[in-house]
């Protein structure tokens, strides 16, 4: 597509500027009448090269996808037609969002329907978000489901920055002991190692060790860039093979602590969006299969399609549910509570309330944990460069 800087009146007759996007010339300025636009004149716009792509505009973030939706929502609701606000969130939007937006309104002007023109943007709305708007436009209650999908949004945001929020501390502790560590091994003691070789000394073991270490890492710290490297290739790559991105969920399962946390926040995903899809009005098992490609967990997947496979031979949801060993038996009770009562999706939405309570409970608990542990590693820290490093020092000090 693309892009002609134009130059036209609105209906009060006010001058009005600016860019739109078509396939030619004719193509662009019909899009311009659609909006009851008068053009006046309308040029083609050169972009430089260096500008082009999706690189230089930006990553979409969670809170541009929320911002989206929770707008468009506002908007639809009171009643402006689609059109109007997706133009009007053009105009607002940030350099990431705006391409996105301005390529699904040019869709729905020329007639296609929100879902199949958000489809075309991986990017920043994936199949969940999708299937839902799809779900409301048959329905003919978009509004209701843009307000879900807003409210959706606005939890999960609020959660991982819970999880983020507690972890920043220890995070920032863990990452300046490390950097004084370093400094110490690579530019400090290589320094006192002169020392001690001009007066002869007689080292403690501890010492010796810790000069050698120095002297390793020195040399060689460059190979620490490498394991980096190396680390950031192996997780990068591990997606292409299935077998050992499972055996690696595993043993990330098996993790005391980050273990739990990782399944309290599978769960509490998998609970929130399957009662979202649901209370949408899509079919269980199509549900099902959309929450599956959406979980990061190898193990969830597969556990998942099991269930998913009992339900289409016409087992109740309950019952697939309760063979998955990855899930706590309150679960399934809870969903056959909610099978029974017709009130599936409020359940849903209640259960994955109260995991990411338990979530959160858990985050608090690990960040208080850490705290003392990491005085303690401090302590320990500090007392091993005593005895390593002043003892030797003071030893010398005192011979004169």
Do not use: C
Not at 45 to 74: C, P, Y
Not at 211 to 230: I, P, Q
Not at 296 to 319: C, D, H, I, M, N
């Amino acid at each position: 597509m693309k892009k002609f800087s134009y130059k036209a009146k609105d209906e009060k007759g006010t001058l009005v500027t600016g860019l739109v996007e078509g396939g030619n010339e004719k193509q662009a300025a019909q899009l311009l009448r659609a909006r009851k636009l008068l053009v006046l004149s309308l040029r083609p716009k050169k972009e430089a090269a260096l500008f082009q792509g999706k690189g230089f505009r930006g990553r979409i973030k969670m809170d541009d996808k929320v911002n989206f939706s929770r707008q468009l929502a506002t908007m639809v609701t009171a009643g402006l037609p689609l059109t109007e606000a997706l133009s009007v969130l053009e105009t607002q939007s940030n350099p990431a969002m705006k391409p996105v937006i301005g390529g699904i309104l040019r869709e729905v002007e020329g007639g296609g329907n929100l879902a199949d023109a958000m489809e075309k943007h991986p990017e920043a709305f994936d199949k969940i978000y999708v299937a839902l708007v799809r779900a409301g436009e048959a329905a003919g209650i978009l509004d209701k489901i843009l307000n879900r999908l807003a409210d959706n949004l606005e939890k999960e945001r609020d959660f991982r920055n819970k999880i983020k929020g507690a972890m920043v501390y220890p995070a920032i502790i863990i990452t300046g002991m490390v950097i004084v560590a370093m400094v110490m091994v690579i530019f400090v003691i290589p320094r006192l190692t002169s020392l001690y070789e001009e007066f002869d000394a007689e080292l403690p073991a501890v010492t010796k060790i810790l000069l050698s270490f120095s002297k390793f890492a020195s040399s060689f710290w460059w190979l620490g860039f490498v394991f980096l490297a190396g680390g950031v290739y192996f997780f990068r790559a591990m997606g292409r093979y299935p077998a050992l991105k499972k055996k690696f969920d595993e043993i990330y399962f098996r993790i005391p602590i980050l273990g739990k946390l990782r399944r309290q926040t599978m769960l509490t995903e998998f609970t929130r969006t399957l009662g979202l899809l649901i209370g949408a009005g899509i079919l269980i098992v199509d549900a099902l299969n959309i929450v599956k490609d959406s979980l990061g967990s190898p193990l969830y997947r597969e556990a998942l399609e099991k269930a998913t496979k009992q339900v289409e031979r016409g087992f109740p949801l309950a019952t697939a549910l309760a063979q998955m060993a990855l899930l706590p038996p309150l679960l399934p009770q809870m969903v056959s509570v909610g099978e029974q009562t017709g009130k599936l999706d409020d359940v849903l939405g209640k259960i994955s309330a109260y995991f990411e309570q338990e979530a959160t409970t858990l985050v608090k608990g690990l960040t208080t944990a850490l705290e003392p542990l990491i005085l303690v590693v401090l302590g320990v820290g500090v007392g091993f460069l005593i005895i390593a490093v002043i003892m030797p020092i003071y030893n010398l000090t005192s011979q004169f």
